[in-house]
């Protein structure tokens, strides 16, 4: 029989281990239109070479399932926007943000600086900053569980 502070020591592993994977901006993401406040997409953002990429893996928005990028340019005109990449090489900063020159917008067919970091009051929720010249616009994304 494994005595109590085995036990205790396990639970606390594993609880330290669960807070610290919360905690990290890599994962599935919920974005959500700061205009309407509708969920319209699901991007997995994932680490690579030690910079982040994210990409399009789900659709949210009734009615454009499926959608392609009619307004893109070049090897993207008409591109399937689902598995699409919209963040590009973006590198973590001493201030614990990802800062990057390609987030791209498929509906817009445009491409913005970024900014990215979790808040610091919610880690289930990243901050996404796009950055035109010196105008930008924050969405609030929400971690998808699972």
């Keep these: 029989m494994i005595n109590k502070t085995v036990q205790l020591s396990i639970l606390f592993t594993l609880f330290i281990s669960m807070s610290i994977s919360a905690q990290s901006v890599f994962g599935k993401w919920k974005t959500i239109d700061d205009r309407t406040g509708l969920p319209k997409g699901v991007i997995e953002i994932y680490k690579k070479e030690g910079l ?19 307004k893109c340019d070049g090897d993207l005109k008409d591109k399937p926007v689902e598995g699409m990449e919209i963040i590009t090489a973006g590198k973590l900063h001493d201030d614990g943000e990802w800062k990057g020159k390609r987030l791209f917008d498929p509906e817009q067919a445009m491409t913005f600086r970024f900014k990215i970091w979790l808040n610091p009051d919610n880690s289930n929720e990243l901050k996404v900053r796009g950055y035109l010249a010196f105008i930008f616009r924050t969405q609030t994304w929400v971690r998808v569980e699972g």
């Design 52 to 70: 982040m990429y994210g990409k399009v893996i789900k659709i949210l928005e009734e009615g454009k399932e499926g959608v392609t990028c009619v």
